[in-house]
């Protein structure tokens, strides 16, 4: 059961900026950070942005995270076809005592 | 570099338990900066927290599911494992086994995942 709603696709054009939205609620995004994870078929999910807004070592500066309230967003610049996967926002949620992942969005390069 | 490999029955009956062992290599299981999780995905669908363990044995798990899961954790094998008894067919799922750091919300590290169907 997913606490977190995304869009459930977006795409755009290679070069292209994509953003992805992620709303919650004051007991997960409202008062906890929200975390991104992109996951390619047949693979396991891959942290892509942490804490808001922070990229773990090796994700290029094309990704970028920001948060607002009980809402965050994704956002993919300079769009390239291998960026073309499912995304994932994420957070602790005070409620429930545990992670609670968003409904995901399927991004396509066209 | 941190490997997490998750092993155990693809096939489990409906009603039975099923369960899984993820075992860590290339670090410590027994450290106090890491809690270590499971997750799961059924076909198709997104993912779902089932639940965490710190390597003193403390837990925590989704209520949706706590009525049917135990996590434990076995320090001297570096092995942490799920159970989750009385399965249905809702339960088919690939499980992944995940390292959070303490402090953190963030899985940083995952298991490749394991698909267990349940099905007679």
């Known amino acids: 059961q997913s606490v977190l709603t995304q869009t459930p696709s977006a795409s755009g054009t290679p070069g292209q900026r994509v953003t992805i939205s992620c709303s919650g609620s004051?007991?997960?995004?409202?008062?906890?950070?929200v975390n991104w994870y992109h996951q390619l078929p047949g693979t396991a999910p891959k942290l892509l942005i942490y804490s808001n807004n922070q990229r773990p070592s090796g994700v290029p500066d094309r990704f970028s995270g920001s948060k607002s309230g009980t809402s965050a967003s994704l956002a993919i610049s300079g769009l390239q076809s291998d960026d073309e996967a499912d995304y994932y926002c994420?957070?602790?949620?005070?409620?429930?005592?545990?992670?609670?992942f968003g409904t995901g969005t399927k991004v396509t390069v066209l | 570099q941190l490997q997490l490999q998750e092993s155990g029955p693809g096939l489990v009956k409906p009603s039975e338990t099923l369960s899984l062992t993820c075992t860590v290599s290339g670090g410590s299981i027994s450290s106090s900066s890491y809690y270590w999780g499971w997750i799961r995905q059924p076909p198709g669908k997104g993912l779902e927290w089932i639940g965490s363990i710190y390597y003193s044995g403390s837990t925590y798990y989704n209520p949706s599911l706590k009525s049917r899961v135990t996590i434990s954790v076995d320090t001297s094998k570096n092995q942490f494992s799920l159970k989750l008894n009385s399965v249905t067919a809702a339960d088919t799922a690939v499980y992944f086994c995940a390292r959070r750091a303490s402090g953190t919300s963030h899985f940083d590290y995952w298991g490749q995942g394991t698909l267990v169907t349940v099905s007679s």
């Open positions: 004051s007991s997960n995004i409202g008062s906890n950070s």
């Open positions: 994420a957070a602790w949620d005070d409620s429930l005592n545990g992670q609670v």
